[in-house]
Nanobody
Framework: QVLLVESGGGLVQAEGSLRLSCAAS????????TGWFRQAPGKEREFVVI???????YYASFVKGRFTISRDNAKNTVYLQMNSLKPEDTAVYYC????????????????WGQGTQVTISS
């Protein structure tokens, strides 16, 4: 079973940048679809970006051009580079993985990290 641990969150000013990391252990990570999701206070969890095991990525419209997902299978790590951050990006960011599912419905993803807080000040 794959285990995920996120890191890299923090407090930054608007227009700043952060890079989140999601380290995986315990499985053949390269065959899993991975994704980043976020949940702001009082809101439902939403998808940010999905990276299928074959390499294709799919970004939510609100992060296109600002966020970039990358994956290092040798290190079993997925990254989320976030630039031009806005206060509305404030949320807990979660990494997810699944051996089959790769859609935007967060409830269908089977493996989750613990989350990392991202706070953007105006």
């Amino acid at each position: 079973q794959v285990l995920l641990v996120e890191s890299g969150g923090g407090l930054v000013q608007a227009e700043g940048s952060l890079r989140l990391s999601c380290a995986a252990s315990g499985g053949t990570f390269s065959t899993y679809n991975t994704g980043w999701f976020r949940q702001a206070p009082g809101k439902e969890r939403e998808f940010v970006v999905i990276n299928w095991s074959g390499g294709t990525t799919y970004y939510a419209s609100f992060v296109k051009g600002r966020f970039t997902i990358s994956r290092d299978n040798a290190k079993n790590t997925v990254y989320l580079q976030m630039n031009s951050l806005k206060p509305e990006d404030t949320a807990v960011y979660y990494c997810a993985a699944d051996p089959q599912y790769g859609g935007s419905r967060w409830k269908n993803w089977s493996i989750w990290g613990q989350g990392t807080q991202v706070t953007i000040s105006s």
